[in-house]
């Protein structure tokens, strides 16, 4: 399909008056070929193949954005799930290939590299158990790195091992960075039904069906649609609400179709996906919460959030997927507390709840994201938070995940100040009666039966 001179036009008014950018623009790179025996040769093979394979992808971001006029807000890297390559050797700890990924980052001058990573939904390998195990001491001697873990999905159930496991690491990375707010913990999520495409970080990886090298672009465009639909008079029904979200993602959808085109055909590599999530910022305007009370619910937590979201999501997907045939990711709505001013509002308001959030991850793209949690929240309760999201993709073949941070030494209430793209985050009540038992039985749990589709 033709990009045609009134999209462009329209496009240039939608960057210059509400917001709209390339929220990222991401190269995928295997790096099966590095394994190595050897920690410091295998390190070597990783910092050289990342340098070399991406090494013009920032000058040509840079250059289309000049030449387009769409802003591009991060440049980012994804590398094949760690764990995988680091089987190879026997080393206890793997920090050292992060430190290699986070050199790599530097020296091509992007903002964040994903794939410190492992898929454990089933079962856990010894490389598995030592890349989780490094994941604190990864990130909190690295700016740049992100980690992810995938725990569960329909097919396998849930590794509920890895849920505890999991839990701790959290703690151990808010831990380590406390004298940087607790960063640490914002650079570590973990999934259910993860994808191996999408762009976004912190769970960005390069699955191992992808090619060598691909492209993969995010798009963002809350402002664009917070600025449509306030077009529409009070009295309008969600039926012509639902047109104009449908039209509204078209439109944005075609500017990122357009810029994933041209990078892959510039830097020589396979185009991969568009991922049409709305992604909010901290930035006045840029919320998804605004959508949702623009739709009509009061404030965003209140009664009538999760249907005004459910529509949100879906109608964004219907009008996404008529602009690209490579719509991919997670392509939905983005729900990350810190990163959005409404939900950081509605947070201190009273109005958005942990609980009520988890009720949102059932109708959105992803799951309770840059939550702060008191730094005293036991592993038990932080343990079934997660099992409680990883359910609700298992159950739904839905992707779902958890990006808690415990802020130490802080209390319900205090505050954590990320600045830039994370923002700040309100610490949010949490359910005090998680018991003892229910985190510790451990096993797996089952597949559901709907798991069963051949």
Request: proline share 4%; with cysteine.
């Amino acid at each position: 399909m033709a990009i045609t001179p009134e999209e462009v036009a329209e496009t240039l008014s939608m960057v210059s008056q509400q917001n709209l950018d390339l929220r990222t623009i991401t190269m995928g790179i295997s790096l099966f070929g590095c394994a190595d025996e050897d920690m410091h040769r295998m390190c070597t093979k990783i910092y050289d193949r990342i340098t070399t394979t991406a090494q013009d992808l920032v000058p040509t971001a840079e250059q289309l954005e000049r030449e387009y006029g769409i802003p591009i807000a991060n440049k980012r890297v994804s590398v094949t799930p760690i764990a995988q390559i680091a089987a190879a050797c026997k080393d206890e700890d793997l920090t050292p290939i992060a430190q290699a990924m986070n050199r790599a980052a530097e020296t091509l001058g992007i903002d964040f590299m994903g794939g410190f990573s492992a898929l454990v939904q089933k079962g856990m390998g010894s490389a598995d158990r030592r890349l989780i195990a490094s994941i604190p001491s990864a990130l909190a001697s690295t700016d740049r790195i992100c980690s992810s873990l995938n725990i569960a999905s329909t097919r396998a159930g849930i590794n509920m091992d890895a849920v505890l496991l999991s839990a701790q690491t959290m703690i151990d990375c808010a831990q380590a960075t406390t004298d940087i707010d607790c960063y640490g913990a914002a650079k570590f999520v973990v999934f259910c039904n993860m994808v191996e495409d999408s762009p976004f970080m912190a769970g960005a990886t390069h699955g191992s069906g992808e090619a060598d090298a691909v492209i993969n672009v995010g798009v963002s465009g809350p402002g664009v649609m917070a600025a449509a639909l306030e077009q529409l008079p009070e009295d309008a029904s969600l039926m012509e609400v639902a047109e104009m979200i449908k039209k509204t993602a078209f439109k944005i959808t075609r500017a990122g179709e357009l810029m994933s085109r041209e990078a892959s055909r510039r830097l020589g590599v396979e185009k991969g996906i568009v991922d049409l999530s709305l992604a909010p910022t901290p930035a006045a305007g840029d919320s998804v919460a605004k959508i949702l009370e623009i739709i009509g619910v009061g404030e965003c937590g209140g009664p009538g959030t999760t249907a005004a979201l459910a529509l949100l999501n879906d109608c964004v997907k219907k009008g996404g997927v008529m602009a690209s045939s490579s719509v991919g990711g997670l392509s939905g709505a983005f729900i990350p507390v810190s990163e959005d001013a409404g939900m950081i509002r509605a947070a201190e308001d009273g109005a958005l709840s942990i609980e009520k959030l988890e009720a949102m991850t059932c109708v959105c793209s992803v799951g309770l994201d840059m939550i702060a949690i008191p730094g005293d929240t036991p592993v038990e309760a932080i343990a079934g938070i997660i099992a409680d999201e990883m359910a609700i993709g298992v159950i739904n073949t839905k992707t779902t995940a958890v990006r808690l941070i415990p802020a130490i030494g802080k209390k319900e209430g205090e505050m954590l100040e990320f600045g830039g793209l994370f923002g700040s985050a309100p610490v949010q009540h949490v359910n005090p009666y998680a018991g003892k038992v229910f985190a510790h039985r451990g096993g797996r749990f089952p597949a559901p039966i709907n798991s069963l589709k051949n």
